[in-house]
């Protein structure tokens, strides 16, 4: 069966433009997670789905990011006016449900972001 | 503030060797998770480790969680060149649902 997908796999952008990632879940997930990882820093979270429950946006570095989740399946992460430290690596996953971390988390094979 | 600590961040070593990579916080998990990375790929779960003390092994692979549930290590015998990426500890603290990961240990087997 299919994995958890991402788009594009590459994105280069100039300062102050906007950007939009793309993540498609595994069919029947009902959980997803946005993280980003980057040098120096290693993987962070930074918000999650989980059904139609309001999402947990508390590892959002700042305003400029948001995400949201259409349908209880595709999400997009818009990154407003972007800087050149938000140059990462970002990392979608899915998973069946959220369980305390004992759920298995499948990731996408991310999106590279680099802000010139 | 990172929470989990991974040492060595780099390990270079030759195949057949043994390792260890260990993974220290000071806060207790409820549960911590092991994943590998591979260049261009997302992380995949190797192992979910819940009980402390607890030990699991996954073929030459060997998982543990300390007895406080603040540190695990993996141990790696006779390692073979497709052991090669970068090992990531992850854990949850509490009831949270969230993932906070280690600093990653990135390891290197050569022929």
């Known amino acids: 069966g299919a994995g958890v997908s991402q788009s594009p796999s590459n994105k280069v952008t100039e300062k102050g433009k906007d950007v939009e990632l793309r993540c498609d879940p595994i069919s029947g997930h009902t959980a997803l997670y946005w993280y980003r990882q980057s040098l120096g820093q290693g993987l962070e979270f930074l918000i999650y789905f989980q059904g139609n429950s309001a999402p947990d946006k508390s590892g959002l570095p700042s305003d400029r990011f948001s995400a949201e989740r259409t349908g209880g399946s595709v999400s997009t992460l818009t990154i407003q006016r972007t800087q050149q430290e938000d140059s990462a690596v970002y990392l979608c996953?899915?998973?069946?449900?959220?369980?305390?971390?004992?759920?298995?988390?499948?990731f996408g094979p991310g999106t590279r972001l680099l802000v010139l | 503030t990172q929470l989990l600590e991974q040492s060595p961040q780099f390990l270079s070593i030759q195949e057949g060797e043994n390792l260890t990579v260990y993974c220290n916080s000071s806060s207790v998990f409820s549960s911590l998770q092991w994943y590998r990375q591979e260049p261009g790929e997302g992380p995949v779960l190797l192992v979910t480790v819940v009980t402390g003390g607890e030990v699991k092994k996954l073929k030459r692979l060997t998982f543990q969680f300390g007895d406080a549930r603040k540190d695990s290590s993996l141990h790696i015998t006779a390692a073979q060149p497709g052991d090669t990426g970068l090992y990531l500890c992850?854990?949850?603290?509490?009831?949270?649902?969230?993932?906070?990961f280690g600093t990653g240990t990135r390891l290197q087997v050569t022929l």
């Open positions: 992850a854990g949850v603290i509490g009831t949270a649902s969230k993932l906070t």
């Open positions: 996953a899915s998973s069946y449900r959220v369980g305390l971390g004992l759920e298995t988390q499948y």
